[in-house]
Every structure is written in structure tokens, then in C-alpha cells.
């Protein structure tokens, strides 16, 4: 018995099949590039063992939790940590038997694609997880996570990672990236410049932040100046850690290209916490546009994930804080919003700007049309809730015809779940290659041109557009 | 010779048709849920026989009659009621005669295939209709009609309908229900309180819908107060003939938990006639919240219907009124609309809010990210436009992968044309088997699953949710 | 060998693909109807030879250029004209090697498929283009353009094209149509009046535009009166040339029906050059639906092409002028926007009004409810960038379940690529019949209807709907 089927994801058509198939067979054993994406890197640091299933599996992942909330289960049965110490449950048995309880509720969804892929391919189980084999299941992992090989590294290796994005904050001071690098393990780990808590006037903590960058830097952030060459220093010591990319979270893709004293006087606003809303708006997207201009000297490429209304469930943020699956996308301009910054640096050739979106209408009316134009702008690959076969499907649909293959970077598999990165990269390269496979039976490719588009979308696109 | 395929809707692929064949066979002979939709009560009442067939099939049914007009056939022409009360065709045959000439502007809606299920399944007729054999079919049909057999409650256990909820308004005194109710005829009829009339500030007659209200109920609408107990009192009563459920049909998905002296102010506004716009809108939203909140304590579902432009074109609204097929979609906003409403209710487990919608871009970004986290959301099916087997299709593939299946409610018809009943049920069972195999067949759901997932989907969510 | 597929675009399940192929052999020979592009007329007028293969295929080919811009590859390099005169390439053998260099960046796009067809079936090559091919290539293709068969009159023939609308200002003097007119070639070569220069208050040089309107036309254009006494006038004018439509390109979709004082209001200040952006908004919807009603008198069909962000790139647009690939789309609302000239004009069965859209999302939401409702309104065919395989998928799935076939018009090309005409109406034959396949194969339409359907698709409804 199997818990992945050998051909999943290819199209059923017999002749589509075989040339899917075909396709895959060249580019299934590529190594793996994760340019974006939110591991830890204390994990390869230390390169302790995963405590347990449920730690691995549930309490870390938001698709997986926010699945059982949603149909009543409690936060706090699934042992998520609250905001104010209270206990939550902590036996990892218990939180293991409810998901096994409700696995049915992710039936279809990308979230049991991996984890069967995981509980298969990593883990060796070819039974399905039920309530009745949670038992079994909770054991048989629980048993492996204390072999040696199935420490960080170890894992690292075993899924062929050529090289691993973390992400860190501009004021993270990076110790474990150190700690990777003064180890004797070559496992290429490296960081992204976030600078959301200093570029975001509405971050808590924002003007204490900026302080801190001052000390850490040495410049003096409490001008608009100093705050500057604060983000020149510490991109150049993310730089030494890697880091080939910055990445900023903003709730629109507003970007400004105002007037030195204009910006002046938003950031000692920002800075007195006196900002309105609209003002703080004006200097993240000022900010996005700086950081394109330093994009230009410092070679990082821009990654601008956009549209994302963070803890929409005020009860929810309250009693639990951030990142517990009340992420709600909204709808998202691009035409408007980023011609500031594109009328500034939107022509240059030497520059990168990745552009993601949670509003898949943007792709065909406003992307594709953008990136097909703009040597500055490529487009990242779908994102969160996209990431799916159907999402894949969809961008590759509604872009390639205006934009083509090459304005796109390849798959980020954007996981803090560790042993998801296999599957997920899998997905990826089986999608494209149903998609591809689709193109060549309907004359609209070459067979020889998608082997080579296949390698591209799989490795190519991704090493040379995050200069990895 | 026959009407419909009886491999309708399935796959072509033979693997994948075999699949669908499959899971079809075991849900094909499942009875009829029908949770929500218009068929007038006073039918099974009264159970006199259907009058003719352009009274049966052509004037009630604006998806039909609305596609004649939009081909320059006139109104008058198709025998629907003048405002004014000026002469109209009144020639059943005549309004058959001009339905059967432009049959093909119908070609590859669902509304050809609901009218072709119709004619072979309910009539038993085995020629397409076309100009020559209007007349045949006109009496066919209208011998048919005049057999007990053609009656509403015969063709309603006919149609195997386990229970059927019809809609009234807060201020209809239910007699027909009740009349039912007398009645030995033990068919499941039930109402559903739909309170636009008194909840919405810019319905025609509001105020004076206000003072019914109170009326009726022995409360004091004069005061917000007994308004609200007014409400309690009809919510009441509807559930003594069945009610399960509320309806709500607003412009937009705005709600509002405002401080109670702002909300008394906006109800004395609304009495006076005297809200903006905007205050109309807002004391509608408030309502919403004040309706679920209503819901936590007497358990009726709660449906949100939003985004329709009612009467859109002012010439045919003043000619003809209400319901002619000019109800035109608008872009539906539902991430900041919802939020005062899910902050007040949304994490309650207990309470169950179901969002409908004619804007499909909000499928895969609003909709299924809210459903997939709050506890007392759900999705309803593909709504009135979007009732059809690619409509159904775009929902599956844009929801599923978010907030799987177990967050929708398997299928409303929402039809005031009681013999399409079987045809939209069948259309939905077929279209969802289709969606399954694909998933069987690429590796995303096993068989046995699927199967289960079949069953949910063609009656036990909508049992569930409707609490039928 | 080929280049193209000699079952390309069609389904590639056997069953389906032998009805799409049993379609498309009832349609793939009749002639082409281009009711509406931008070729030149001079082109037919002068039969002169086409220069040479980068003038053909390259330079003025703003799919194309742009998609090699995107990739940092320089106008100047592509031989684009600068505004300010400076020197771009000018050898047409380099220009095409940079070209044949970078021909992989279109793998996928429909310009690919054009392009090759091209190759094909006007030139006769067989072998794809590369670097290696570039030179046999631009030897072989100008070569042919040596031949009196290549000579633009011989290719309208050898096209099979029954009728050629061009695209002229107002204030075009139509000298080119007069001189086809003159000639003895019979060829059907119309104009279509396209008045942005003289109703576009932000237009530049309005206000000289309307005084030369006046000029030519001999009213006085200084009072709203006269003005709109030229348009009727020229509208006469250009029907003298063939013209059965005009053409409409504003930002928005916006209409308005506004008191003639304030529209004399509007047309002062315009004309003064004193329009807010908001005032020049309005004044452009007012002038859609006067231009209605005068086709109402004179029968010229309404084109309306909203929603084009025009030279959005400042840098681009100042250096290389307009129409340079920096066109983007954005949202685009309808049913706000039509209302005004809907309820003016909006039920009249003798008036064709042809909605074209760039954002997709209006097709199920907006587009198809108002056409399948409104006798007025038609939909033009995928615009632009969605004038391709899945483009025309999207937009029948999308749109007929609610309007049908019978509410759209068929195919237009909208180029002003030549060569590229018969592969863009293949291409949408193929598709069109592609769908029509699928929905035989699946019971919701019939075989004998469907023949009749594809007959109305590649030439019937556009020959109906443009009056041709």
C-alpha cells in the first residue's frame, strides 16, 4: 500500500500522461533550491532532534491548525501557546489524536498531499493516518526523530537542498547563521534582509526599533539620513550571511517616490509615533522604493509580498498573538501602486523585484502584463494559499501567455514546515510538468523546448533570479 | 431518441468517466435536500394543478425570459405583468410559440439543460423543442398537467424531496404553511425568515413595515428594543413552521457592531425616513450582527445573500418592477465587510453563518481563507449565475484546496421553478463526481473517500449545516 | 518538418479531439471577417512591398518587442524610434538576429504560435527560428517580399479576407480609403470612426482638434450644438468610406447622461483646457452615450475599449513615445459605469453596443449578466492580451451559461500585424471549437447545434453584429 500515488498530479489522458511523466523523469531528481521561506535556522545550528510529532507536524503549521479551528476544534486542545501564560493542552499524544481525529477535514487540500508525501517518503509509513493508527503513527515517528538521521542536518542532506533561505529581521544578529557557518557542515543555509520593523511605522515598537538599528549600526537613526545608511550597513551584514534577497510584507504594494523633505518629516512622524494611517502607508511605500535604490548598489533582489491582512480575528489576536491562520488576503492593486517605484528604478536591467500576490486576479489583468514589460520585475510563484496544483495551474494559465516562462523565478516553497519541502517542491515540478505537457500536446511547445523549460522552472529560474 | 446524455456532465477521459459513473451510482437515487429557494408554499397548499406551460416554464423564470429580452424580444411579447397594468400577451401558446422560435439563444446554458431534464424526465418527451414542434409540446405538457400525477405534492414526492424551505418575509403571516401543516399530506414544507422588508431602511414602506411588525408581534417597534424582541417574537414564530434558517439579501457583505446609541439613533433615522445612504447601509450591517447574535440564542442559520444590483435597468423597473432579470452582480468586498460581525460571533462554534456570493474573484481570496478559520462560517454553493456546472467546477477548484469540503454545505437550488428541482440537484450531484474523479485520478483523494466525500456533499453538509 | 501542429489547440482526448477536428473542418476554410484592428490603409492603397522582416515582424510588434524589453534587451537596440530623434538601430539584420537570439522568451505565448504560423503558411519555412537560423531566415522571408505575391493587396486575397476594418481619427481624412476606392481592387477595406482626439479633453492638442473639427466639417464647434453637429457629420463622412462602427478607447467605462447645461458646462471648460481629471472623466461618459444615441439615427455600432492604464512607464513614454508595450490593464467596473447610458438607450433592440473588457473578472460578474439582459449590449471577443488559446477558454466558460452564444459577436483580430490575421482567426476557430467539443462531449450541447454554432463563431455573428 501507498499513501502517494506514483503519478499524482499528471494529467489522466493517457498520451498528456506519458509525455508529463517524461518531462518529470528529467528534472525529479534535481536538487533542491529554497530561495524563500521561513525555517529556522537554530534548527541547523544546533541540530538537535524535533522533540515530537505533534511539534513537527501541527502546532507550527497554520494550514493545519486553522483547518480544526475552523470547524470548532479549540485553539487550545491543539496546544497553541496563549498570550497571556495560560495552559493549553501539552500532552503531544492528546494533540496528535484530535488531528488524527479530523485528518478527513483536509481531504483535497494541498496540507494532506504533504503530509502523506512526508509520512511516506520521509517517515516510511504506508498506512493511512487515522483515528485508529494515530497511536501507531505518533510511535513509529516519535521512534525515528531520535535517530541520528533525522536531525536538521541530516534531513538537509537527504532532500538534496542546495541552498536554504531563511528570513530574518533587520534587527536579528544573525548567531545562528554564525554558528552555521563556524560549524564544519557545509550546508548552504542563508539569511533574507526583512526590515518590516523598521520600514513599518504601524510595527510595534517601531521607534524603539529604530533606536536599536542606530545602536547595532552605530549611525544615527534619528535622521532620515543615519536611518539610511542603518539599512546599507546591515544589508551588507546580511550579505555576509548569505543573504541574496530582502523581503518586505506590506499590506498593500504601495510604493512612493516623494520628495527628500517630504520623507523627512514622515519618518520623524513615524519615529513620534504621530504617523496617520495613510501617512504610515506613504512610508512603507517610500520604503519600498528605497530599498530599490539600494537594491541597485548592494545587488539584493526585492521581494514584495503584498495584500495579506494580518489577525483579522481581533478575539483570536488577543488571546493567541500572530500567525495562528488569521491571514486573510484582500484585494490588491499593482497598476496604480507600483508606479512610483517603477518610474524610478522600473527600467533597469541589473535590478530584481519579485512580485507576489494573494489576489489571483492580478495575475492575467495586471502581472503578466507588468512583468512582460518591466526588465526590472519578475513574478514569484503562487503563494500561500496558491500553492496547490490548482494554484499552480491557474498562475501558469492566466501569465505565461502575456509574459512567457522567463519573466517568472522558479517555486519557493515559503514553509516553516521542515519535512514539507520535499513535497512541496514536488508539487511544483509535477504541476509544471502537466502544465508543459498540456502545451506540447496541443502544439503550443516543442517537446525538446519543454525539457528545457521543465529544468528551468525547476532549478534555472530560481538560481539566477536570487543570484544564488 | 433522448434529451439528455445519460453520461452528461461526466469526464470524456474514460478512466476518469468510469470514476464519475462510479461515485454517481451511489448518490443518483439519495433524496432531494432543497435548504433554501422560492417555490411559492401556497402550491402544496392548495396542490391545484400547474395552469399552463408558459405559465409553468417561460414567465415565472427570469433566467429564460430575461435571455429573450436581451435578443430584442419584447416583454409585452412574453406576457409579464406591466406596473401599470396595461394589456401584455396573454396567449399561453402564443408566449410557448415565441419561447420554442429562439430555444437555440438558450444553447449551452444551464438553463437548456434543467428545461431539457424537465421535458424527458418530468413529461416524458423525447424531440428537442424547436419552432415545429412548439404546439406538440404545448399540449403534451399542458394534457400532462391536467393529471393528478401533476400536481405539486405528487410531483414533490415524486421528485423524492425530503424537505423544501421556501422563503417569506417577516411580515407574511405563514397561512399557507400553517394550511400545509392541517393538511395529511406529510411533505416537509418549512419557511425561512427573511426580514429585508424590516431590517433595511430604503425598502419600499419601511417605516410603515416597522409598525406591522410591532403590530403582529405586540412589542413597541417604536423603540429599538421592541424592535428587536418584535424580531425575536417572528424568528420565534417562522421556527413553529419549520424555520431553520434566516436570509439576508443586501447590496453589499457590510456588517456593523456599532455602540447601541449610535444604532438607536440610526433605527429612529430609518423610521423618520430620514438615513443617508450611508446610514441606511450601516443600520442593514448592524442588523446582520444583531440577526446573529439572535442565532447564538434560538439556533437559526444565518444566510448572507449580498451583492446584487437589484432592477438595474430604471426603464424596465418602472415598467415591470421587481424580479425581471435585470438584477445585475457586483464586486462583493467580504475581508472588512464581515470583520465587525466575526469579531462580535465568528469564533463561536455553536453559531453557523453561511456567505453566498455572484463575485467568484472572492472564491479562492476572501472566501475560502475566512471559511478555512472561522469556527461559524461556511460557504454556500455556486449562487444563481454561477449554479451550473462550470460554475460549480470554478468553486470546487478555487475553495477546496483552502478550506476543503467540510466548510461548504453541499447544494441550495434557489429556484422558484419547481420542476427544475431534480434537474439542478442532478446537475450538482453529476458536476461534483466529476470534480472528485479528477482528484481520485490525480492522486489527491482516495476512492473511498471520494465516495464519502459524494454522500457529504449531495445531502448529509446540507443536513448538517441547515440543521435540517 | 513543421512548425505547427497540424491539430494544435484542440483537445487531445481522442473522442474529443475528433469532434473538435470534425468542427473545425466545417469552418477552417471560410473567409475572414476583420471587423475591427489597426492595420494601415495605406498599405492596400499604395500596394507597395512590405520593407523587410524586422519592419514586418519586429518594430512595429509591440507583443513582441516589449517581451525582449522585459528581459533588459534596449529599444535602441530593437530599432525603436526615439522621440527625440536620437539614433536607434537601423541595420533590419541585426535587429532580427537580437530577435531570433531571444525567440525562446515567447515559448507559450500566443505570439509564438502566430509567428510560426506566419513562417509557415505565408513564407513556407519549415525550420525553426534560432541564432544559427536568423540569417537564412531574413534572406528567405525578404526574398519573398520581393514577389508581387507578398504585395499587400496579393496577401488580402491569398487571406481570404471578405472585409478589413482600419481604425482612423476623427479628423482623418481618409485619403488612403478613398485611394483603395479609386483603384480597381475590389478588396473590402472600411474605416471605423474613432474619435478620442476631439471627446478626450486630457487628449493632447483638444482644443485644436475640435477647432479643426469644426473646420472640416463647417459647423461651428465653439458651441456644444455645432460640436455635435461635426461628430454627425463626420460619422456621415466616414460612412461614406464603409464605416459601420465607431471606436471607443477611454480609461474607464464610465457613462454619464448628464443636463445639457452642465455637459455645455463641460465641453467649455474642456475646450478651455480647465477640466478637472474627474470633469474630463465625466465629459468622455458623456460623449459614449451621445455617441449612442447618434448611432441609434445612423446605425454605426458602439465599440467600447475601457481600462487600458496607457504608457504607464514615464520613462519609456518620454523617451519613445506612445504604444510602446507599457500599456497596462486595470480593474474595470461596468454596471456602476453603464447605468447611465443603459438607462438612456440601453433597451433599444436596434442599437449594438460591443463591450470589450482587460479584466477578466467582469465576464462572469458584470459583463455577461448586463449582455444577457440588455438588448443593446453585445460582447466583443478576448481583448489584447487575452486573444489566445486560454483567453478565448476563460472568456466562453465565463460567459455562456449566463448570455449564451447569441450575446457575443465573434472574432476580431485587433491587429496591426498583417501577416499574423489568419493565425489569430485559426486560433480562435480552434478554440472556439475546442470548447464546443467539450460541451457536446459532455451532453450540453448537440452535435447538429454545434456545427451550426461554430458557423456562427468564425463568421455569422460578427457579419450580424458589425452589419457587414
Same mark, same amino acid.
Given at each position: 500500500?501507498?499513501?502517494?500515488?506514483?503519478?499524482?498530479?499528471?494529467?489522466?489522458?493517457?498520451?498528456?500522461?506519458?509525455?508529463?511523466?517524461?518531462?518529470?523523469?528529467?528534472? %525529479?531528481?534535481?536538487?533542491?533550491?529554497?530561495?524563500?521561506?521561513?525555517?529556522?535556522?537554530?534548527?541547523?545550528?544546533?541540530?538537535?532532534?524535533?522533540?515530537?510529532?505533534?511539534?513537527?507536524?501541527?502546532?507550527?503549521?497554520h494550514?493545519?491548525f486553522r483547518m480544526l479551528v475552523s470547524?470548532g476544534?479549540g485553539m487550545?486542545?491543539?496546544?497553541l501557546?496563549r498570550v #497571556?501564560?495560560?495552559?493549553?493542552?501539552?500532552?503531544?499524544?492528546?494533540?496528535?489524536?484530535?488531528?488524527?481525529?479530523?485528518?478527513?477535514?483536509?481531504?483535497?487540500?494541498? /496540507?494532506?498531499?504533504?503530509?502523506?508525501? /512526508?509520512?511516506?517518503?520521509?517517515?516510511?509509513?504506508?498506512?493511512?493516518?487515522?483515528?485508529?493508527? +494515530?497511536?501507531?503513527?505518533?510511535?513509529?515517528?516519535?521512534?525515528?526523530?531520535? #535517530?541520528? %538521521?533525522?536531525?536538521?542536518? $541530516?534531513?538537509?542532506?537527504?532532500?538534496?537542498?542546495? +541552498?536554504?533561505?531563511?528570513?530574518?529581521?533587520?534587527?536579528?544578529?544573525? /548567531?545562528?547563521?554564525?554558528?552555521?557557518?563556524?560549524?564544519?557542515?557545509?550546508?548552504?543555509?542563508?539569511?533574507?534582509?526583512?526590515?518590516?520593523?523598521?520600514?513599518?511605522?504601524?510595527?510595534?515598537?517601531?521607534?524603539?526599533?529604530?533606536?536599536?538599528?542606530?545602536?547595532?549600526?552605530?549611525?544615527?537613526?534619528?535622521?532620515?539620513?543615519?536611518?539610511?545608511?542603518?539599512?546599507?550597513?546591515?544589508?551588507?551584514?546580511?550579505?555576509?550571511?548569505?543573504?541574496?534577497?530582502?523581503?518586505?510584507?506590506?499590506?498593500?504594494?504601495?510604493?512612493?517616490?516623494?520628495?527628500?523633505?517630504?520623507?523627512?518629516?514622515?519618518?520623524?512622524? $513615524?519615529? +513620534?509615533?504621530?504617523?496617520?494611517?495613510?501617512? $504610515?502607508?506613504?512610508?512603507?511605500?517610500?520604503?519600498?522604493?528605497?530599498? +530599490?535604490?539600494?537594491?541597485?548598489?548592494?545587488?539584493?533582489?526585492?521581494?514584495?509580498?503584498?495584500?495579506s491582512w494580518r489577525n483579522h480575528s481581533a478575539q483570536t489576536f488577543a488571546a493567541y498573538g500572530r500567525d495562528m491562520g488569521f491571514d486573510i488576503p484582500s484585494?490588491?492593486?499593482?497598476?496604480?501602486?507600483?508606479?512610483?517605484?517603477? #518610474?524610478?528604478?522600473?527600467?533597469?536591467?541589473?535590478?530584481?523585484?519579485?512580485?507576489?500576490?494573494?489576489?489571483?486576479?492580478?495575475? /492575467?489583468?495586471?502581472?503578466?502584463?507588468? $512583468?512582460? %514589460?518591466?526588465?526590472?520585475?519578475?513574478?514569484?510563484?503562487?503563494?500561500?494559499?496558491?500553492?496547490?496544483?490548482?494554484?499552480?495551474?491557474?498562475?501558469?494559465?492566466?501569465?505565461?501567455?502575456?509574459?512567457?516562462?522567463?519573466?517568472?523565478?522558479?517555486?519557493?516553497?515559503?514553509?516553516?514546515?521542515?519535512?514539507?519541502?520535499?513535497?512541496?517542491?514536488?508539487?511544483?515540478?509535477?504541476?509544471?510538468?502537466?502544465?508543459?505537457?498540456?502545451?506540447?500536446?496541443?502544439?503550443?511547445?516543442?517537446?525538446?523546448?519543454?525539457?528545457?523549460?521543465?529544468? #528551468?522552472?525547476?532549478?534555472?529560474?530560481?538560481?539566477?533570479?536570487?543570484?544564488?
Amino acid at each position: 500500500m501507498s499513501l502517494t500515488d506514483p503519478d499524482r498530479l499528471f494529467p489522466v489522458e493517457p498520451a498528456l500522461r506519458s509525455l508529463a511523466k517524461d518531462l518529470y523523469a528529467g528534472i %525529479a531528481d534535481l536538487s533542491i533550491l529554497s530561495p524563500h521561506g521561513h525555517c529556522d535556522p537554530r534548527w541547523f545550528a544546533e541540530n538537535k532532534r524535533f522533540p515530537n510529532p505533534a511539534e513537527l507536524f501541527v502546532i507550527p503549521d497554520h494550514y493545519i491548525f486553522r483547518m480544526l479551528v475552523s470547524q470548532g476544534i479549540g485553539m487550545d486542545t491543539l496546544g497553541l501557546s496563549r498570550v #497571556d501564560g495560560g495552559t493549553t493542552e501539552r500532552d503531544p499524544r492528546k494533540i496528535w489524536q484530535v488531528f488524527a481525529d479530523n485528518f478527513h477535514l483536509l481531504r483535497g487540500t494541498p /496540507s494532506a498531499m504533504w503530509l502523506n508525501h /512526508s509520512f511516506e517518503h520521509v517517515f516510511g509509513i504506508d498506512i493511512p493516518l487515522t483515528s485508529g493508527t +494515530a497511536t501507531e503513527y505518533f510511535d513509529h515517528i516519535d521512534a525515528k526523530l531520535g #535517530d541520528d %538521521a533525522y536531525r536538521p542536518r $541530516a534531513l538537509f542532506d537527504r532532500f538534496k537542498i542546495d +541552498a536554504l533561505a531563511t528570513t530574518e529581521s533587520a534587527l536579528d544578529d544573525l /548567531s545562528w547563521h554564525q554558528m552555521i557557518r563556524d560549524s564544519d557542515w557545509p550546508g548552504k543555509v542563508v539569511t533574507t534582509y526583512r526590515p518590516d520593523a523598521v520600514v513599518d511605522p504601524e510595527f510595534e515598537g517601531f521607534a524603539k526599533n529604530v533606536v536599536q538599528l542606530g545602536a547595532i549600526t552605530g549611525e544615527d537613526t534619528a535622521t532620515y539620513a543615519g536611518y539610511l545608511n542603518a539599512h546599507r550597513a546591515r544589508r551588507a551584514f546580511f550579505k555576509t550571511m548569505g543573504a541574496t534577497a530582502s523581503d518586505h510584507g506590506h499590506p498593500s504594494a504601495r510604493t512612493e517616490d516623494l520628495p527628500r523633505a517630504v520623507v523627512e518629516d514622515l519618518f520623524h512622524k $513615524a519615529c +513620534a509615533g504621530t504617523c496617520t494611517p495613510d501617512e $504610515a502607508d506613504a512610508f512603507r511605500g517610500q520604503m519600498l522604493t528605497e530599498m +530599490a535604490r539600494m537594491s541597485q548598489d548592494d545587488g539584493l533582489v526585492l521581494q514584495i509580498h503584498p495584500g495579506s491582512w494580518r489577525n483579522h480575528s481581533a478575539q483570536t489576536f488577543a488571546a493567541y498573538g500572530r500567525d495562528m491562520g488569521f491571514d486573510i488576503p484582500s484585494r490588491t492593486d499593482y497598476v496604480a501602486a507600483l508606479k512610483p517605484m517603477l #518610474d524610478a528604478v522600473g527600467m533597469d536591467p541589473n535590478l530584481t523585484i519579485i512580485l507576489f500576490t494573494l489576489d489571483e486576479t492580478a495575475y /492575467s489583468r495586471e502581472l503578466a502584463p507588468l $512583468a512582460g %514589460a518591466y526588465p526590472a520585475l519578475r513574478l514569484g510563484p503562487p503563494w500561500w494559499f496558491h500553492d496547490s496544483y490548482e494554484g499552480i495551474k491557474r498562475f501558469r494559465e492566466a501569465t505565461t501567455e502575456t509574459c512567457g516562462f522567463y519573466n517568472t523565478v522558479g517555486f519557493n516553497d515559503d514553509t516553516r514546515a521542515f519535512c514539507s519541502i520535499p513535497a512541496r517542491h514536488d508539487v511544483s515540478r509535477r504541476s509544471d510538468c502537466a502544465y508543459l505537457a498540456q502545451l506540447v500536446a496541443t502544439g503550443r511547445l516543442s517537446q525538446a523546448d519543454a525539457h528545457e523549460v521543465a529544468q #528551468d522552472l525547476a532549478y534555472g529560474l530560481a538560481k539566477a533570479a536570487y543570484r544564488l
